[in-house]
């Protein structure tokens, strides 16, 4: 089968299963009253969102997780406009960074459970260490391909919404907005002390184990903190909140 066909065909099963995807996420997004080669067309670019580059070289969602991208900043901004009118533009600036993340645009992802509609090729499907930032680089995606089927911005945001409003309320009660390692380095500056030394190391080999990484974190050679992650990423960050922690009591 050519990828074109690939592209252009969808299984009865897959068109069906898509439909009640699109369902169950309570988006505005209603295909009752289509033409069925819209209904197609657009289920089409829904199916683009949620294909790997492993499973299709030609036919993916990285053009679509390029858009997604865009459009994802902009309704942020507008969200926090509309829900935060006198923030300052700083803090704007630092609630948008983490309503976009991949951090949270992979736990978005893991809640409307779009691993299970995710189209891998055989080796992907078997990286469990990857699964985090599959879900985040399709949820974007699917974000762009919306926009593309809806040709509007504001049922996006409204389906965003929710998520986005405990988002906010938990990173706003965060003195240091979750950028741990940012803060560290901070309060190192201030005191005027050697910036954080962090040596991560690799304790385990197996994909998706949530203490695969141990990180201690040293200011002026004296240990301050430990953590441990998912990723080196991960540990990081936790040693550095830790180390805010101990060092603020």
């Not at 699917?142 to 926009?147: D, E, N, P, T």
């Not at 965003?160 to 380095?185: G, T």
Request: hydrophobic share 40%; with cysteine; aromatic share 8%.
């Amino acid at each position: 089968m050519t990828n074109k066909k690939k592209k252009d065909t969808l299984s009865k099963e897959r068109e069906s299963d898509l439909v009640q995807f699109i369902k169950e996420l309570n988006i505005n997004f209603n295909l009752s009253h289509l033409r069925k080669d819209i209904i197609a067309k657009k289920l089409n670019i829904i199916n683009e969102a949620l294909t790997h580059s492993s499973a299709n070289n030609h036919f993916n969602y990285e053009k679509l997780e390029f858009l997604g991208d865009a459009v994802l900043r902009l309704i942020a901004s507008e969200f926090i406009e509309r829900n935060f009118p006198n923030m300052k533009v700083g803090e704007r600036s630092e609630l948008r960074s983490q309503l976009v993340s991949d951090q949270w645009l992979a736990i978005f992802g893991d809640q409307i459970g779009i691993k299970r509609m995710l189209i891998l090729g055989p080796k992907t499907s078997g990286d469990l260490a990857a699964i985090s930032t599959l879900q985040a680089d399709s949820t974007e995606a699917l974000i762009g391909a919306f926009y593309i089927c809806i040709n509007d911005l504001e049922p996006i945001e409204n389906w965003l919404n929710p998520y986005w409003l405990a988002e906010s309320k938990k990173v706003l009660a965060d003195p240091h907005k979750q950028n741990y390692k940012s803060a560290l380095q901070e309060w190192s500056q201030a005191k005027m002390v050697m910036l954080p030394e962090y040596v991560t190391v690799e304790s385990s080999k197996e994909h998706g184990n949530p203490k695969r990484f141990f990180c201690k974190v040293n200011i002026e050679g004296k240990l301050i903190a430990d953590g441990w992650g998912g990723s080196r990423k991960a540990a990081e960050k936790e040693a550095a909140k830790s180390a805010l922690t101990k060092l603020k009591d």
